[in-house]
């Protein structure tokens, strides 16, 4: 689409929740979610797991002995190896399948519409962008409204119980 690179997607299941969006739909999040940030070249992994992996990985990575809904680990390139010692690998996105459920229900969103925020949450982190401080807060949510807006999805930050921010 408008001749944007987008990056090459690998779902890999480490759960057998049936409530997972189909592979070719989870690519498709994650595309669009590059094509909105600019453009990228390279591999993306999407793994979809439960919570005890995702507790684990948020506790080890993250200092944190919870599930949680998404982690992104950015690839980065071993020391001492040239830069084209790879084919171009952005990293790996982790998503929850329970964890999504819940925050969706909790959130009186449609299932699909917080998974379409989940990768593209997920793909923006692997891709530089943050909430740290609350200009890039803003930036990042901005684009995140955006790029669900353009697939029909609502703005995932006003949930049927929030005002205006």
């Given at each position: 689409?408008?001749?944007?690179?987008?990056p090459t997607v690998d779902v890999q299941w480490a759960s057998?929740?049936?409530?997972?969006?189909d592979p070719s739909q989870l690519s498709a999040w994650v595309r669009h979610a590059a094509r909105a940030a600019g453009?990228?070249?390279?591999?993306?992994?999407?793994?979809?797991?439960?919570e005890e992996e995702i507790r684990a990985l948020n506790h080890d990575f993250r200092g944190k002995d919870s599930p949680t809904n998404v982690l992104s680990f950015p690839f980065e390139m071993p020391e001492g190896l040239p830069a084209?010692?790879?084919?171009?690998?952005?990293?790996d996105v982790v998503i929850c399948t329970q964890v999504?459920?819940?925050?969706?229900a909790e959130q009186g969103k449609t299932l699909e519409a917080h998974w379409a925020h989940m990768v593209t949450h997920?793909?923006?982190?692997?891709?530089?962008y943050d909430h740290i401080d609350d200009d890039d807060a803003q930036?990042?949510?901005?684009?995140?409204?955006?790029?669900?807006q353009e697939q029909g999805f609502a703005d995932p930050y006003q949930t049927p119980d929030s005002q205006e921010r």
């Open positions: 689409m408008n001749g944007i690179p987008t057998d929740d049936p409530d997972v969006p453009g990228v070249v390279g591999d993306v992994t999407l793994r979809i797991v439960d084209d010692a790879v084919a171009p690998l952005l990293g999504v459920r819940r925050e969706a997920g793909v923006l982190h692997l891709l530089g930036i990042m949510e901005t684009l995140e409204i955006r790029t669900l």
